[in-house]
């Protein structure tokens, strides 16, 4: 997509100017509702939560009837209030495949990725070898994998090992509230995944397809850990 290009080569705010310009000259409805969304999007990517809730109060008042902003505008709110990066991530304990717990108090100190997922998803299984790659390369800067697996048969989990290495710590399936954590994450795809780095703050919410922006985040965190 232009806007995405644009954002990767010459920054947020050159992006925000384009977006203004097209919005001018856009006629229907549905493409101002979708520039004004990825507007809001890239900036609570950029952490600045103050612009994206401001344009979000906007872009609700402006569409009061539409059912689709509205919903996603309530799940917007909630992201910049509890889960945008720089938000300090939730409290969270899970009973691990080993046997042992975890949680994210107890990773303080170092950083990790939290994913959340089912195992027969099809672009997860292909997401795979390059999440074991990841882990490979940035464990020498102490990065830690977690990964939940929801709604998983302990039949499909030790199917979904057959053929692969499990090198990082899982979560024991059906072992936590699946609605729990769906309510407290905002969770309405997977997979998702947080990053999050030494200090338990929020670097990133990465949703399906968005992976290369993963690499992004550990960029960061691989620059203030030198």
Do not use: C
């Amino acid at each position: 997509m232009l806007i995405q290009h644009i954002s990767d080569t010459e920054g947020l705010n050159t992006t925000l100017r384009f977006i203004d310009d097209l919005e001018e000259r856009t006629p229907t409805v549905n493409d101002k509702i979708s520039l004004q969304i990825k507007r809001i999007d890239l900036l609570y990517d950029s952490s600045r939560t103050d612009s994206a809730t401001e344009y979000l109060n906007q872009l609700k008042n402006e569409f009061p009837e539409d059912e689709f902003v509205q919903s996603w505008a309530e799940n917007m709110a909630y992201d910049l209030e509890y889960l945008a990066p720089g938000s300090s991530f939730p409290e969270l304990e899970f009973q691990l495949v080993s046997g042992d717990s975890i949680s994210t108090s107890s990773l303080q100190g170092q950083p990790f990725l939290l994913e959340i997922t089912r195992l027969d998803n099809a672009l997860y299984q292909e997401q795979y070898d390059r999440t074991v790659a990841i882990y490979q390369i940035y464990r020498n800067f102490e990065l830690e994998i977690i990964t939940v697996p929801v709604s998983v048969s302990d039949v499909m989990f030790s199917a979904f090992f057959e053929e692969r290495n499990r090198i990082w710590p899982f979560v024991r399936p059906n072992s936590f509230d699946t609605e729990a954590l769906v309510e407290v994450l905002n969770l309405d795809r997977v997979p998702t995944r947080f990053l999050i780095d030494s200090d338990g703050t929020i670097i990133g919410r990465y949703i399906g397809t968005e992976y290369d922006n993963i690499l992004d985040g550990l960029q960061r965190i691989t620059t203030i850990t030198e």
